[in-house]
């Protein structure tokens, strides 16, 4: 039960259209100058280009994040047609 | 091995698999069964937005920029997160309105502008024109590359002939055709073309799974993966290495330059016609964006993951990045896989091919709507509209397709591949302040949209297009070098001294710049107009969860136009069988009145219906345009409603006046019970507050007619109206009396004359109301208003006050009639109160009177024994009986009862003893006091029309003699104790009274001892028991019989108990009075 309860809370708190906000401009912070300039390194992780770690990493996580939020509008849905019925 | 022929037949195959996809698909579609209307191919049709830029453009980047080229797919990937919220926002906002292009979108959202529909349907084609150039020289140059093999064996006739040397002109011909037969098969724009649709998310898969097996096989198989990849660039090629995977502040590409193309990306998703027409227009369901929010990200992840790969290995085996842009072909093909080569090849070609397509079908119904037709409507061309549009549109895709051609022709050559997208870009992100506006800015306006796009747009000429054309060799150098007119702050790409932020970012900064700046300047120094700020409130407000809608109508058609002509107008642009679907699904929805028509106040909601629905094929600036015209044409206009209610309301309540009437109305009614002073105080009321010329009050008589109960006129020299009519002498109140509904005239003019109008002068007036004074049921009278000169006086908001006015004056009307009838009832019932309490107490008086006349108590006599009773009834009855002793030896009985009930009757009782004592001392008979009587209350008796009935008897107690007379009296009864029997004794007599001679009877008889005489009054016999019984002599007989024994008040005691269970506890209707005579031992007699 506890479990399933978290993931009901988390994924509640993603449906907030302020948490949507609150990425979207994440996403813009961290794919420009500060964070780029930081991983704009000559450097290599296991042979991989640094930024190309970072870029590629980030935007695997991203659409991580989009489709737990995508998840979250179904549950939202959902509970909105149980309390309907009750 | 593979062959020309090969390569032919291949291309022609797949084309023809195009076809077959889509004609399947709209089959599908057509009978119901759609394999295009769900969530994969929604997300998969959005990834149009690869096209061959992507496929080539990006290895070619990669290994000329470095690891800017991705910011073209983060762009979107960041702007997915809001699709949720905007895109579905736009895709409800379209579907409510029939949107058919972002230039019908924006040029609806700001007051269904042509002038900004055109503007947008401009920088589109401009914009795309390059783009679609891109595809052809993509197409072009990759079949090119193939045939170029030496392994394809090309025989030399071929390769000189026209078709093999213009590839792209044989794919812009396929492309099309397509466009044309799925993308414009009808000329209604709303339904969706769901083979196209399908046929592109076809060359999705396709392009995805080519590009991936390249990657793959570059990457796993000429190489060890991607780590081996990196090791050996970093080692072969480090100064190009570092300088691709990493940013340079320096030099392209810089920090500036990746921000301006991930702005750039991001607004492209969604403003390239193409990407509005797949995502907005071609949705079938808004949750099927929820799903393509994660599934496009990841599908541009999955394309471009093995991009860097292919172009560093590319640079490995080719030694240099020279050819970048087709290395995902050249490097199969030079490693001898030529089916590999050939599915990357096809790859390209769907990726170049989805796009042509999609934008051109886009383009061409921006140009058909927002360019064309408004030229077909300033041309007044109205016969076969439909089709002519139809045509006009299938050319625009030709046409659009074939200038993609021209430029590719002329300039494509000169500028790199990815260049040319980025000004395509640019141009698209023009639209961008003009859309976040429309959506969540509602002050935002035509004024600012309009001076937004146009200055976003000169400077993006100015700084892009412009250079282009420089750069391809069109236009001399100078410019770039040097400025307009020589002014360095004119520098197209260093526009006012802005230097070292490189072409792309120049031109975005002040393209923004210039956009934003003018968009929120004008919209906040002008304001709406009335269709703009009516579609303001539509977009802004489309998710909000409470219905908007205006509490009352405020506009009105000066002339009204018939369901019929709408549907006729309808029927040119969508057909008839649409129309008529249309107009029946309008119409179950809204009531039509008896007469089958759509009341005034439904014909504007009519009218946006007809417009919203030709819209949908046209787009809404055309169609408003459309609809003004033909109102135009039949002399109607949509004018305001004269605005009787002064101060400026919130559409939700009703105005300030209109509650102020209200509340002094009551006032009105409750202050006063005279009919006649409220109804003139309320129509001074209206007067004062609405300035009517004339208000006439009238109210039914109860023979039907209606006669003028007040007037009040604000004319000079009032008006002649008839006072008393009929409802037939009036054609609108006779309607009003079958109807029970108001009956107006906003203009008179309009009207026909159609009867008789007593109380309806049309020439006099020129708009005016009868309103039904009605409560629940029958209507009381009419509540008429005119006016002379105002038209478009009575909204229904206006009527709807009247009405409720008048319901309250019915109801007042009602009352007070209640109040009169209930106090004419009490005034009765007071009055018989009153007479009622009158009779009692004369009856009361009455019954004093009569008691007092009755002895104390019998009189002692020797020889008899004399008992009575009395008991009065509540009415009075009238008994009386008396004792006269005289010579102490003879006693003289007498007992009566008058006829009446009252005080007169008690005071003849008075006068009858008087002279009754009179009498007695002349020692007369029984028949003589009787006789004498008579004469004597003769006249005082029939002038109070009394009688008297009486019985006298005289005993003599000596002799034993009784000596009786009777005056109509009941007869008494005697008990002879000789035969143990009893008898009743009769003598002849009227009652007294009635005549004057009537003669009486003297009877004797002789008396024995123990012997009863019992007198009483018809009270006794007369009474009845619950059967209607009388109690009669029989019963009096048996009871004096068995009793005669007894003590006489005993006996008479009994009697009278008998007689009250006789009644079984009913009260007594008349008086009972009984006298009990015994005779003794006779005086003489000696007991031996």
Known sequence: MKPDRLKHSFLDRLRLKESWVIFFILGIIMLDYPFLHIFNKHILIFSFPLLFIYIFGGWSLSILVIYLFTKSIHTGSDIKERNELS | ?1088
Request: include cysteine; proline fraction near 3%; glycine fraction near 6%.
């Open chain 2, 1 to 1088: 091995m593979t062959s020309i022929t090969t390569l032919i037949i291949l291309i022609i195959l797949y084309v023809s698999l195009h076809f077959l996809i889509a004609i399947y698909a709209y089959k599908r579609y057509k009978s119901g069964r759609s394999i295009v209307s769900n969530s994969l191919v929604y997300s998969l049709s959005i990834t149009i937005y690869c096209t061959s830029w992507t496929y080539y453009g990006s290895v070619g980047r990669a290994a000329t920029n470095g690891l800017d080229f991705v910011t073209i797919y983060l762009g979107p990937s960041l702007t997915a997160f809001t699709w949720w919220f905007i895109l579905r926002k736009i895709v409800r906002i379209s579907k409510d309105n029939n949107i058919t292009s972002i230039a019908d979108f924006l040029s609806s959202r700001y007051s269904k502008s042509q002038f900004l529909g055109a503007l947008i349907t401009l920088i589109a084609v401009l914009g795309i024109i390059p783009y679609i150039a891109l595809q052809l020289k993509a197409v072009s140059t990759t079949f090119g590359i193939i045939c170029n093999h030496p392994s394809f064996d090309i025989p030399p006739a071929l390769r000189a002939s026209f078709a093999f040397k213009n590839p792209g002109l044989f794919f812009s011909l396929f492309i099309s055709i397509f466009g044309i037969l799925f993308g414009a098969r009808t000329l209604a724009t709303q339904d969706r073309h769901e083979g196209l649709v399908a046929a592109i998310a076809f060359e999705s898969i396709v392009k995805l799974l080519a590009f991936m097996a390249v990657g793959i096989y570059v990457t796993y198989f000429l190489f060890d993966g991607f780590q081996d990849i990196f090791t050996r660039m970093s080692v072969e090629q480090p100064a190009l290495f570092n300088q691709l995977t990493t940013l340079s502040e320096n030099h392209e590409p810089g920090y500036a330059s990746w921000a301006t193309n991930l702005f750039l990306a991001m607004g492209s998703i969604m403003l390239l016609p193409r990407q509005f027409q797949i995502m907005v227009i071609e949705n079938s369901d808004e949750a099927h964006i929820k799903d393509a929010m994660w599934r496009f990200p990841a599908y541009l992840f999955a394309i471009n993951i093995f991009v860097l790969p292919i172009a560093y290995a590319g640079i490995l085996l080719s030694g240099g990045n020279k050819g970048a842009d087709f290395f995902v072909l050249t490097i199969p093909m030079n490693a001898g896989h030529n089916w590999l080569a050939l599915l990357a090849f096809l790859g390209g070609f769907s990726a170049a091919a989805g796009m042509v397509i999609a934008e051109s079908v886009a383009t061409s119904t921006m140009i058909l709507n927002h360019l064309m037709i408004p030229l077909v409507l300033r041309l007044k061309i109205t016969e076969s509209f439909p089709a002519l549009l139809l045509t006009l549109k299938r050319m625009s895709i030709f046409l659009v397709v074939l200038l993609g051609y021209a430029y590719f022709k002329i300039i494509g050559d000169t500028f790199m591949l990815v260049n040319i997208g980025l000004i395509s870009f640019s141009a698209a992100a023009q639209l961008a302040p003009a859309l976040l506006g429309a959506l969540y800015w509602k002050r935002g306006n035509v004024a600012g949209a309009i001076a937004g796009i146009l200055g976003g747009f000169i400077v993006w000429f100015y700084t892009l297009l412009l250079p282009s054309f420089i750069k391809s060799g069109w236009i001399a150098t100078d410019l770039l070098d040097k400025g307009l007119f020589g002014l360095s702050m004119l520098k197209p790409t260093e526009l006012f001294g802005l230097t070292g932020l490189g072409m792309w970012s120049n031109s975005l900064f002040w393209s923004m710049l210039f956009n934003i700046g003018g968009y929120l300047l004008f919209s906040i120094l002008l304001e709406h107009n009335e269709s703009g700020r009516e579609q303001s409130l539509k977009f802004t407000e489309a998710f909000s969860n409470e219905p908007r809608q205006d509490l009352w109508e405020t506009k009105r058609l000066s002339k009204p136009v018939t369901i019929i002509e709408f549907v006729n107008l309808m029927e040119n642009f969508i057909g008839e069988k649409e129309a008529h679907a249309a107009i029946s699904e309008y119409l179950a929805e809204h009531e039509i009145d008896e007469k089958g028509m759509v009341s005034e106040f439904e014909l504007p909601s009519l009218k946006r219906f007809v417009e919203k629905t030709i819209a949908g094929s046209v787009g809404s600036a055309a169609a408003k345009a459309i609809i003004e015209n033909y109102l135009s044409d039949v002399g109607s206009q949509m004018e305001s409603f004269y605005d009787a209610f002064k101060s400026v309301r919130s559409s939700l309540e009703e105005s300030r006046e209109a509650l102020y009437v209200r509340l002094k109305s009551s006032e009105i009614m409750n202050r006063s019970n005279d009919l006649q002073l409220i109804i003139k105080e309320l129509a001074d009321l209206l007067s004062a507050e609405f300035r009517f010329d004339l208000i006439t009050v009238r109210l039914f008589e109860p023979d039907g007619s209606l006669t003028v109960c007040y007037e009040k006129s604000q004319l000079p020299g009032g008006v002649s109206q008839p006072n008393r009519i009929h409802p037939e002498d009036d054609f609108f109140l006779h309607e009003l009396l079958l109807s029970r509904r108001p009956q107006f005239a906003n203009d008179t003019r309009n009207l026909k004359k159609q009867g008789a109008s007593a109380a309806t002068p049309l020439d006099a007036f020129s708009a005016f109301a009868h309103i039904p004074i009605v409560g629940d049921e029958e209507p009381l009278g009419v509540l008429s208003i005119y006016s002379v000169s105002i038209v478009g006086m009575f909204t229904e908001e206006l009527l709807n006050l009247l009405s409720s006015l008048a319901g309250q004056l019915a109801l007042a009307v009602k009352l007070v009639d209640e109040r009169e009838a209930r106090e004419k009832e009490k005034n009765a019932k007071d009055v018989a109160l009153l007479k009622n309490a009158a009779v009692m107490h004369e009856m009361e008086i009455a019954k004093q009177i009569q008691m007092s006349l009755l002895p104390e108590a019998p009189p002692v006599l020797p020889g008899v024994q004399i008992a009575s009773l009395s008991v009065a009834a509540d009415h009075v009855g009238g008994d009386y009986y008396d004792f006269f002793v005289t010579d102490d030896r003879i006693i003289d009985t007498v007992i009566a009862d008058v006829s009446g009930h009252n005080v007169g009757a008690a005071l003849i009782m008075v006068e009858t003893r008087s002279v009754l004592r009179a009498q007695i001392n002349t020692s007369s008979s029984p028949a003589r006091v009787l006789t004498n009587l008579n004469t004597l209350l003769m006249s005082d008796l029939s002038r109070a029309e009394l009688f008297i009935s009486m019985f006298y008897v005289k005993y003599d107690t000596f002799t034993q003699w009784l000596t009786y007379s009777s005056a109509g009296h009941n007869n008494p009864v005697l008990y002879r104790i000789s035969d143990a029997e009893c008898m009743t004794l009769d003598a002849e007599g009227m009652i007294l009274g009635v005549k004057n001679d009537v003669i009486f009877e003297d009877r004797s008889i002789l008396l024995d001892p123990g012997d009863i005489l019992l007198l009483y009054t018809d009270g006794l016999t007369e009474t009845v028991n619950s059967e209607e019984e009388m109690f009669g002599i029989e019963r009096l007989s048996t009871i004096l019989k068995e009793l005669h024994e007894e003590p006489l008040q005993s006996i008479i005691d009994t009697v009278y108990r008998e007689v009250i269970n006789f009644a079984e506890g009913r009260a007594l209707a008349d008086d009972i009075s009984i006298v009990a005579m015994r005779v003794e031992h006779s005086f003489f007699d000696q007991e031996d």
